[in-house]
């Protein structure tokens, strides 16, 4: 209806809008055929899938109304400086015109509305060109009342006008078609998708987040930390919050989680028992946490701060909270014992006295110089604290000793130290090699 209704008229805008609705049969032609084979399957030749043949389809659409926008000005300009074109504003120009407009509405709005659904480009792609219709058929309207009106020009100025919007529109979804042909990530989901990994309790860090979209599909592939000592159904348990946790922010993605076996270190295994402390109701603070290796497994022990005001039975079961956390959400936990204190409770304070303490070093030396294996003692520390002295003691061993005879003479010296000096609670012996001078 158009073409005919341009050709009788002589009209550009006409003409150029049957030449956009001609593409947009084409257009959905190609629409057609990709969304019916973007929903196929991997298969042996395509391992991600058949997505990327809608944005194949977009571009196309995209790179043929450019193609129409070229002929479009070329014709204008020629009617606008070098040749003058008869031109007849005819009532069925305008009826066509406008019921152009009313099909391409509504064609548009189902469109956007499927395309949306199903996260397709080329249903974008198709909806974009009705949408790109009903505006330069209204540019098209326009040119022609001016037409009428006498004003010749005017409808070479529609043609242009058609363009500008055709070619801002195309430009805009051929970048992002480009976009997902160059498997660029959608911007900052990788960041976010890292943030929310590594919240996952029992996951040590997240690295390597990379994105492929295609078509209305995400592929998303990551690497994650997990203690080594995690059980392997531990670790797929893991695994399984991960994929959750990334199918909130990618609801629609094919996910493949790599893990990474890492020791935990002991700052690090601090900050997580704080941060599963931080989500039971009650506990205002930890401190002092301890790890001990033992046969069966890993033994905890911390001091755990509550209201003063909270009798000793609430108290218990917010400490048994805490324990049942730890020992499930950090693996190879099997004992946790907590100190319950209240929060105007200070934290056991050390203060340094080596200075003033020139008999306790003195007797220190004397007491290490009479056990066997000893060569020297080296740097000592005295500290005051409420429930006594603490010592730390540098002994100077024979280099060949054997560890557990190095061990043995360090037990000694703590026993000696304990018994021989009144007031001494903890005593940390470090050997250190005696090392032979050379010249």
């Known amino acids: 209806m158009k073409a005919i209704v341009g050709i009788l008229t002589n009209s550009l805008g006409i003409i150029s809008e049957a030449l956009h609705s001609g593409l947009d049969l084409v257009a959905a032609a190609t629409t057609v055929y990709a969304v019916r084979i973007s929903g196929r399957p991997p298969d042996r030749d395509h391992h991600y899938g058949h997505g990327k043949y809608e944005s194949f389809s977009a571009m196309v659409e995209v790179l043929l109304l450019l193609g129409t926008c070229a002929w479009i000005t070329y014709e204008a300009l020629q009617r606008l400086f070098f040749r003058e074109a008869h031109i007849e504003a005819s009532l069925a120009a305008f009826i066509i015109m406008g019921i152009s407009i009313v099909l391409d509405y509504s064609r548009s709005r189902i469109l956007y509305r499927t395309a949306k659904k199903y996260k397709s480009q080329a249903l974008e792609a198709d909806a974009l060109h009705f949408s790109t219709d009903i505006m330069s058929s209204s540019v098209v309207i326009l040119g022609l009342l ?88 531990r670790v797929n348990s893991l695994v399984t919050e991960v994929e959750h946790a990334v199918r909130k922010l990618a609801p629609n993605s094919d996910i493949v ?45 911390l001091h755990l701060e509550v209201d003063p005001n909270v009798n000793l039975e609430k108290a218990h079961e917010i400490s048994s909270k805490l324990e049942s956390s730890i020992k499930t959400n950090i693996s190879g936990v099997v004992e946790v014992v907590t100190h319950i204190e209240s929060t105007d409770e200070e934290p056991l304070i050390r203060a340094d006295v080596t200075t003033e303490s020139h008999q306790i070093v003195k007797a220190i030396r004397e007491i290490t110089a009479g056990i066997s294996g000893v060569k020297r003692c080296g740097e000592i520390e005295v500290h005051s604290a409420e429930d006594g002295l603490h010592l730390t003691v540098t002994c100077i061993l024979d280099q060949k000793l054997s560890i557990s005879d190095a061990h043995s003479i360090s037990t000694q010296i703590e026993e000696a130290l304990r018994r021989k000096i009144r007031g001494v609670t903890k005593v940390l012996v470090h050997e250190e090699p005696e090392i032979e001078k050379k010249y």
């Open 146 to 233: 001016f037409v009428y009106l006498g004003y010749r020009v005017a409808d070479s100025i529609a043609g242009l006008g058609v363009v500008v919007v055709v070619v801002v529109l195309s430009l805009r979804l051929g970048k992002r078609t480009v976009a997902v042909l160059l498997d660029r990530a959608p911007e900052g989901l990788a960041e976010s998708i890292t943030a929310e990994v590594a919240r996952i309790p029992g996951i040590q860090s997240c690295d390597r987040v990379r994105i492929r979209p295609s078509g209305g599909q995400m592929f998303v592939d990551l690497e994650v930390s997990i203690d080594r000592s995690v059980s392997f159904e």
């Open 257 to 301: 989680v790599r893990t990474q076996p890492v020791g935990v270190g002991v700052r690090k295994f601090a900050d997580m028992v704080r941060s599963l402390a931080s989500r039971i109701l009650g506990i205002r603070g930890v401190h002092d946490i301890a790890i001990h290796d033992a046969e069966k497994g890993l033994h905890v022990e």
